[in-house]
């Protein structure tokens, strides 16, 4: 990666948990912070501890989940459920 994107990506993982490669490439400087997709969740407790395990490698990334409201809903089961953003638009 080029030096000239410090901490400008934001990037995502495969999986429910950091693999030794994720970790690796969330050292990268060029990293800035971390998305959360459905493929990513399973449960609750599940996501703090991913969220923790990404925290131990960089404490300083951003990190952001998928959760736009409505019909996007990553996080589900456990959570509360946001409307769609159309809706609180809307709202007087």
């Known amino acids: 990666m080029s030096s000239g994107l410090q901490g400008s990506l934001m990037v995502d993982v495969a999986g429910t948990w950091l693999t030794s490669e994720d970790r690796q490439f969330l050292r990268q ?6 998305i959360i997709f459905a493929r990513n969740i399973e449960h609750p407790r ?3 501890e991913l969220s923790a395990a990404i925290r131990a490698v960089r404490p300083d990334l951003l990190l952001a989940v ?3 409201g409505g019909r ?8 509360v459920r946001l ?3 159309r809706a609180i638009a809307d709202k007087p």
Request: without cysteine.
């Open 29 to 34: 400087p060029e990293v800035g912070g971390l």
């Open 72 to 79: 996007v809903q990553r996080l589900r089961q456990g959570f």
């Open 66 to 68: 998928d959760q736009e």
């Open 46 to 48: 599940q996501v703090r």
């Open 83 to 85: 409307p769609p953003m």
